[in-house]
């Protein structure tokens, strides 16, 4: 779908890019991820065709990037904003009609797109007499009035309450589902956990981390593992087939350790403490991104 | 070039349906009508107000007897009295002078005696008839023959048209040259002012509210810019359309009895090439406001709030209000002047200049094809500038712009 092949941007003073390559697979949602000023901006200005990098390439579902894909791209800035004094329903046909999409087509669009998000009596409203989450609930309509076959979003959650914030979810997933492909750059680790196909961090104007959100985590892995049992606390002497990480106690005479293999398998473990008292639990920790983030992030800093 | 369009249309219609813009375009005619009822009703109770003045004319040099011509207002009476005599009358007649002529008036003043300071119209009434007299006599007494008098009069007429001619109604054109003259510049001072803010408005407008970035994720920079540019140019054209059909049907059903009023003037107009005049004025309001709007519309794209707006505006608008300045005070009596032929040429200064020169005739057409042609390269030139620092502009935000940084706007690639 879309394919990002060495971009550099340059801007007087600092490099915002540094030779940054991502493929985005059609039908997915990719986030983009890195912490503040680390180019996500940068390069989503570039996808958009608001900026032009210096080099490098982009190519759109094959195609070297150019004007004729504006109309196809759906982007949702992360500083929003639209005109205040202009009616809604005006407003959202004027951007559609910006991306090509004829004033007909676009009436019956937003039409359907208000009823669905229960905006039906807002068509004549100007933006200043809506309510800042009311107003975001507009610009992500605006944003996919026209059908995008890609929608790019950054920090679409900000700015949503926890209401709001699902029913977007739930758009973007349904969205998703008939065939859009989703690029968005978040903050948000546990909404990448929940929505995110693939990844790519960027920290640095440099890609540090690409790849399917579950082979990621998979791969940082550190066979860690959870054991929650019942019973008389546990004193281990050392000889034990496991690193005590940490120890917790829980309610109900109940004890939670998290435990590093040291050579063994997660049976060995089992068959140790069999014996000595009852498991309720063995969990291996798979890091979350949030984690993966913070460690990544550090490392390179 | 579609997309351009749509955006022409917005930023037109959203302003011409703004009540502001409708409130101006109903008050303005009204108040000019209202404003020429009220000049002929002053003009008209003034005339009544002053009464009929008697200058009793006390002449030793007898030089003038006779000769001096009774005009509105004014009634010459020769006398033969003393001057004390005559002094003692004015004491109770407000409507009463005396004008002593002595024996050699060119060496002694001419004297002019009354209880209060004369109106400047009876002074400058009487030294005008007395000065065509004494300069009549002169050359008669020099036995100067009437065709070189005629001649040498003419001459006097050419090398000061303003203040001694031998027709009134070459004085009444001249006038009323001056006066459209002024008034062509005023209004292109003022209509580049108040079209280029609101470009500069709609700008920062843009950048603030942040609609920016979704806008140029879907045209270019420049495609905006343009629109908003001419979108904002048809309002301004539209206010003027409407004011000129209104300011006409107003006066007209005002009842056509206020004949000193704008119908009055209208008809002086009549004189002047008023098609030419349009079309001169019209070219120089768009071409100056297509040349000072883009460069409105980089400063706004250059400042986060419109407070931030004064360090780029007073070099901006320094050539204009220079030349508008010059224009009401110097230019409108010389319009041939180099000084006013060189900044009718100039881009930056031409619109208000050359519509000084304009209504006074007599602009060689080499002058206003260069001038008109100057101003399109002006505009061009202005416009790219403009684009190239706007592109980048739009996009920055919290950066205190100064000119060292929008010189390197104006370099930055894509």
């Known amino acids: 779908m879309l394919s990002i092949r060495n971009i550099v941007k340059q801007y007087a003073g600092h490099r915002a890019l540094d030779d940054v390559s991502l493929e985005v697979e059609s039908g997915k949602i990719f986030g983009l991820l890195g912490p503040n000023g680390a180019g996500k901006t940068s390069l989503i200005r570039i996808i958009n065709q608001i900026t032009a990098p210096d080099s490098g390439e982009v190519y759109f579902n094959g195609e070297r990037l150019n004007q004729s894909h504006i109309e196809r791209i759906g982007y949702l800035p992360e500083e929003r904003g639209l005109y205040k004094k202009m009616e809604i329903g005006e407003q959202m046909i004027y951007l559609a009609r910006l991306k090509g999409l004829s004033r007909a087509d676009a009436t019956t669009r937003l039409k359907f797109w208000f009823d669905n998000l229960g905006m039906e009596s807002w068509w004549k409203k100007k933006i200043e007499e809506l309510s800042k989450g009311m107003q975001q609930k507009a610009q992500f309509v605006a944003t996919v009035l026209h059908e995008p076959d890609l929608i790019i979003l950054d920090e679409p959650f900000s700015g949503f309450d926890p209401v709001n914030a699902e029913l977007i979810k739930n758009e973007i997933l349904e969205l998703n589902k008939q065939g859009a492909t989703i690029l968005f750059s978040t903050h948000r680790m546990e909404s990448v956990e929940e929505l995110c196909d693939a990844i790519a961090l960027i920290h640095k104007s440099h890609k540090i981390l690409d790849g399917r959100v579950k082979h990621i985590r998979n791969s940082y892995k550190n066979e860690t593992y959870l054991i929650e049992y019942t019973g008389d606390k546990l004193t281990f002497d050392g000889s034990q087939p496991f690193n005590i990480v940490s120890e917790t106690d829980g309610d109900d005479n109940s004890h939670i350790i998290k435990i590093k293999l040291n050579g063994g398998s997660a049976n060995d473990v089992l068959q140790y403490l069999l014996p000595k008292t009852r498991i309720n639990m063995l969990q291996e920790v798979i890091p979350t991104m949030n984690e993966i983030f913070i460690e990544k992030v550090n490392l390179t800093a | ?414």
Not at chain 2, 30 to 48: C, F, N, R
Not at chain 2, 197 to 213: F, H, L, P
């Open chain 2, 1 to 414: 070039m579609k997309k351009v369009l749509l955006i022409i249309q917005r930023e037109y219609l959203t302003r011409v349906r703004k009540k502001a813009f409708l409130v101006m375009m109903l008050v303005v005619p009204v108040l000019i009508a209202g404003m020429t009822k009220l000049i002929a009703y002053v003009a008209k109770d003034s005339d009544q107000v002053s009464k009929p003045q008697t200058v009793k004319v006390i002449d030793e040099s007898h030089l003038f007897e006779g000769k001096l011509k009774n005009a509105k207002n004014i009634q010459f009476i020769p006398t033969d009295e003393t001057l004390d005599k005559a002094q003692k009358g004015l004491a109770d007649n407000e409507d009463l002078s005396i004008l002593v002529i002595s024996k050699d008036y060119s060496s002694k003043p001419v004297q002019f005696l009354s209880k209060k300071k004369p109106s400047f119209a009876l002074t400058g009434e009487v030294e005008n008839q007395m000065n065509e007299i004494a300069s009549t006599n002169t050359m008669l007494a020099n036995h100067i023959d009437t065709a070189l008098l005629n001649k040498a009069k003419k001459n006097k007429v050419s090398i000061n048209a303003l203040e001694v001619t031998d027709a009134g109604t070459k004085d009444a054109d001249v006038g009323t040259s001056m006066g459209v003259g002024v008034a062509c510049a005023i209004l292109i001072y003022m209509s580049l002012f108040i079209y280029g803010a609101q470009v500069m408005r709609g700008v920062i407008e843009e950048k603030t509210n942040r609609i920016i970035e979704v806008i140029i994720s879907s045209v270019k920079p420049f495609q905006l810019m343009l629109g908003k540019i001419i979108g904002v140019g048809l309002v301004g054209l539209t206010q003027f359309g409407a004011w000129i059909i209104l300011s006409v049907i107003v006066t007209k059903t005002m009842g056509n009895n206020a004949s000193g009023g704008i119908m009055g003037a209208l008809q002086t107009l009549q004189h002047i090439p008023f098609g030419y005049i349009l079309f001169c004025f019209m070219f120089y309001f768009l071409s100056g406001y297509l040349l000072y709007s883009a460069l409105f519309a980089a400063v706004g794209s250059a400042v986060d709030s419109e407070t931030e707006t004064q360090q780029f505006m007073f070099p901006i608008t320094l050539p204009l209000l220079f030349t508008y300045l010059l224009s009401v005070t110097v230019l409108f009596r010389a319009p041939d002047s180099p000084l006013a032929v060189w900044l009718s040429m100039i881009p930056f200064t031409a619109p208000v200049a050359m519509m000084i020169r304009v209504p006074f005739g007599g602009v060689p057409a080499w002058q206003l094809g260069l001038s008109m042609g100057l101003m399109v390269i002006g505009f061009v030139c202005t416009t790219y500038v403009a684009a190239r620092i706007y592109r980048v502009g739009v996009l920055m935000y919290g950066k205190k712009a100064s000119f060292k940084e929008l010189a390197k706007w104006f370099f930055y690639k894509e």
